[in-house]
């Protein structure tokens, strides 16, 4: 998949993870972007439009504070599994920025 935000760093072809993809920031830092993150990236640029550059300017700050990181749509489910990397979910990014999105869960209250 075509990650246009990105299309000026380093992208590394990884075989263990063709899913995602693993992104080279200047010399020592590195960073995955699973694709259900970057779904969620594609949101905000559409609903935040008017912050997306912040948006993306802590991403990268967070890669640089980091050094190796995954951004994963879910801790508990990741697509990536790295030694030695930060998992972070797309509220490690909107939580600084104090951005608070509208996901709303469209479960039914069953009841008893």
């Known amino acids: 998949m075509e990650q246009i935000e990105f299309k000026n760093l380093e992208n590394i ?8 993809e693993l992104y080279k920031l200047e010399d ?8 259900n993150f970057y779904s969620q990236l594609s949101y905000l640029k559409e609903r ?3 912050r997306f550059g912040e948006i993306m300017e802590e991403l990268i700050a967070n890669v640089k504070r980091n050094k190796k990181v995954v ?12 030694d030695n990397y930060i998992y972070q979910e797309i509220e490690d990014i ?13 479960g039914s209250d069953y009841g008893d």
């Open 28 to 35: 020592k830092y590195y960073f995955y972007i699973e694709p």
């Open 13 to 20: 072809k990884d075989g263990k993870h063709p899913l995602a």
């Open 94 to 106: 909107l939580n600084p920025l104090k951005i608070v999105t509208d996901y709303t869960s469209c």
């Open 48 to 50: 935040y439009y008017d």
């Open 71 to 82: 951004f994963t749509a879910d801790y508990d489910n990741p697509v990536v599994y790295e």
